[in-house]
C-alpha cells in the first residue's frame, strides 16, 4: 500500500463515512442508542466499541480472502495487468452506481440483508449483551454494499491477503468516527454538504479506477 494509496483509502472511508455510511447503517445506529440509552456512559463506550471492533474484523477478513484471491494473478505482468484493468473498470461501474443512485445500486445494495440483521437486533435481550453486539457489529460488517465493494477491490489489486486486509482495518477504522458521532452529525451536516462530500468521494473512486485501467493497459499494451 503505496502513500497515495493510503491516502486515497482514507479520504474515500472518512469522507464518505459522514454521507452514505450514515445513510444507509444509520438505521442500525439508531437501534443501537434505544438499546444504550439506559446503559452508564462507560457501558455505553465499551458495547460501541466491541460493536465496532467487531465491523472492522469482519471487514479485515473479508479483505484478506480477497487480497489472496488477487495473488493469483501475480505470476506474470500479463495476469497483473488484466487483474488491474479489470478492477479498474469495476472501481469505475461502482462509482457510478453511487453517484446515480438508482436502479443498480438498488440491485447491488440488496437490502434483505439489512433487514434480516435488523430484525435480529430488535430481538436483543441484556443476557450476553456485550455477545450480543460483537455479533451484530460482525454481520454489519457483511452487509452489501458499493463502499465495501471498491475497498475490496482495491484489496484485490494489492494482490495480498495481509495488505487487503490492511485496507479493509483502515478503511472500517475511518469510518468509525461518523458512527460514534452520529447523534450530533445527523442535523449538522446539511443535505446539500452531505452531496458535496459524498461526490467528492465518489470522485476518488472514479479517478482511482481510472488510474488503475490505465496501468493495466498500458503494461498489456
Known amino acids: 500500500m503505496n502513500e497515495i494509496g493510503f491516502a486515497t483509502i482514507i479520504s474515500v472511508a472518512f469522507l464518505s ?26 457501558k455505553s463506550m465499551f458495547l460501541s466499541l466491541v460493536y465496532h471492533l467487531s465491523r472492522i474484523l469482519a471487514y479485515s477478513l473479508l479483505g484478506a480472502c480477497f487480497g489472496a484471491f488477487g495473488a493469483f494473478f501475480n505470476f506474470n505482468l500479463k495476469q497483473k495487468s488484466i ?14 452506481a453511487l ?17 434480516f440483521i435488523t430484525k435480529l437486533m430488535l430481538k436483543l ?22 463502499l465495501v465493494y471498491y475497498f475490496l477491490a482495491y484489496s484485490i489489486a494489492t494482490q495480498s491477503a495481509f495488505m487487503g486486509a490492511c485496507v479493509m482495518i483502515v478503511f472500517g477504522i475511518f469510518t468509525t468516527p461518523a458512527f460514534f458521532l452520529f447523534r450530533h452529525l445527523i442535523n449538522f451536516i446539511s443535505d446539500s454538504n452531505k452531496l458535496v462530500i459524498f461526490k467528492i468521494s465518489i470522485a476518488i473512486i472514479a479517478l482511482n479506477g481510472i488510474y488503475l485501467t490505465y496501468l493495466g493497459f498500458m503494461a498489456n499494451a
Not at 17 to 24: A, P
Not at 99 to 115: A, H, M, P, Y
Not at 125 to 146: D, E, T, V, Y
Request: glycine share 10%; hydrophobic share 50%.
Open 125 to 146: 435481550k441484556p443476557k450476553s449483551w456485550w455477545l450480543n453486539f460483537a455479533i451484530f457489529g460482525f454481520l454489519n460488517g457483511l452487509l452489501p454494499c458499493g
Open 17 to 42: 463515512s459522514f454521507t452514505h455510511c450514515i445513510g444507509m447503517c444509520g438505521g442500525f445506529a439508531s437501534i443501537r442508542q434505544i438499546y444504550l440509552r439506559n446503559t452508564t456512559s462507560v
Open 99 to 115: 453517484w446515480q443512485r438508482g436502479e443498480i445500486l438498488k440491485f447491488i445494495e440488496n437490502d434483505r440483508f439489512s433487514k
Open 83 to 96: 487483474l488491474f484493468f479489470v478492477v479498474g473498470l469495476f472501481m469505475i461501474f461502482v462509482a457510478f
